[in-house]
C-alpha cells in the first residue's frame, strides 16, 4: 500500500513538472513568433525598400531573441532543478539534505563535471572575444569608425571612400559598410587610381565627400600632383578639395 502511494506521489509530481515545462514551452514559442512577426512588420514599414530587399540585418535581430530565448530557458531550468531537490525548504538545506548517500555522490561528481565544463566554456568565450577584439581592429568598420562617427540621420549625399584594401573593395564590402556608418546609399569604395589627371580630376568632381581610411601611395601622389596636398585619413568636402586645383 505504501509503495502504491509512493509512485502515486512520483507520478503526480512528475505531470506537474512536465505540465510547467510545457507551459513555459509555449509562452517562449509564441514570444518568438510575435518577434518574428515584429521583424516583418518592421522590414515592410520602418526600412528603406533597398536594405529590406534583401533583409538587412536580419541575422543581427534574430540573435537578439535567441539570447532571450536561453536567458528565460536557464531561469526555466534553474528553477526546475531548485524543485527536484530532496529538502525543499532552503533554510534547512545543509550537507546531509540528500535522500541518499547514493543521490549525494551524484549530485557531488554531477556539480564538479559542470563545474570543469562551465570553465572550460567561459575560457573559451573570453578568449573568443579577446580575439575578435583584436580582429577588429584591422577591419572595414574599425577603420570607418576612426575617421568618422555613426551617422544617424539619412542623407543623399555622394561619398567616395579611398582605400588600399583591394580584396574589400571588389567583395563591396568597403560600400557596403560605408552605407551604414555614413547612412547614405551613395557610398562606393575605391582602391584603383592609376588614371589620367583630367579622369582623376572628373572621378572626384562626381561625388560630394571624400572619405580616406587609410595612406594610399596612388591617390596621394596624384592629389599631390594636381592638388599639391596629400591626405591623411579622414573625410573631406571634395569642393574644398577641387577648390585648391
Not at 36 to 59: C, H, K, N, Q, R
Request: aromatic letters at 18%.
Amino acid at each position: 500500500m505504501k509503495k502504491d502511494k509512493f509512485f502515486h506521489w512520483h507520478f503526480a509530481e512528475l505531470s506537474g513538472q512536465n505540465f510547467r515545462l510545457l507551459k513555459y514551452g509555449v509562452l517562449i514559442d509564441i514570444t518568438v513568433v510575435l518577434y518574428y512577426i515584429g521583424i516583418y512588420l518592421m522590414f515592410l514599414f520602418s526600412m528603406p525598400t533597398e536594405e529590406a530587399l534583401y533583409l538587412a540585418g536580419f541575422d543581427r535581430y534574430a540573435s537578439n531573441i535567441v539570447v532571450l530565448v536561453l536567458g528565460i530557458v536557464m531561469m526555466v531550468l534553474a528553477r526546475e532543478i531548485d524543485y527536484s531537490f530532496y529538502e525543499q525548504n532552503v533554510l534547512s538545506r545543509n550537507y546531509r539534505s540528500f535522500k541518499s548517500l547514493k543521490t549525494k555522490k551524484w549530485y557531488q561528481y554531477s556539480t564538479l563535471i559542470l563545474l570543469f565544463f562551465a570553465t572550460i566554456l567561459v575560457l573559451s568565450e573570453n578568449n573568443g572575444m579577446l580575439y575578435n577584439n583584436i580582429q577588429f581592429e584591422d577591419s572595414v568598420p574599425a577603420s570607418f569608425s576612426k575617421v568618422t562617427d555613426n551617422q544617424m540621420k539619412l542623407n543623399d549625399n555622394r561619398y567616395l571612400v579611398v582605400t588600399a584594401r583591394k580584396a574589400d573593395v571588389e567583395s563591396y564590402l568597403v560600400g557596403y559598410v560605408g552605407k551604414y556608418y555614413l547612412y547614405s546609399p551613395f557610398v562606393e569604395g575605391r582602391e584603383d587610381f592609376m588614371m589620367e589627371d583630367q579622369t582623376f580630376n572628373n572621378l572626384l568632381k562626381s561625388y560630394d565627400y571624400l572619405v580616406i581610411l587609410d595612406d594610399h601611395f596612388t591617390f596621394n601622389a596624384m592629389s599631390e600632383k594636381i592638388y599639391h596636398r596629400t591626405f591623411e585619413p579622414g573625410v573631406y568636402q571634395v569642393s574644398d578639395i577641387v577648390g585648391r586645383e
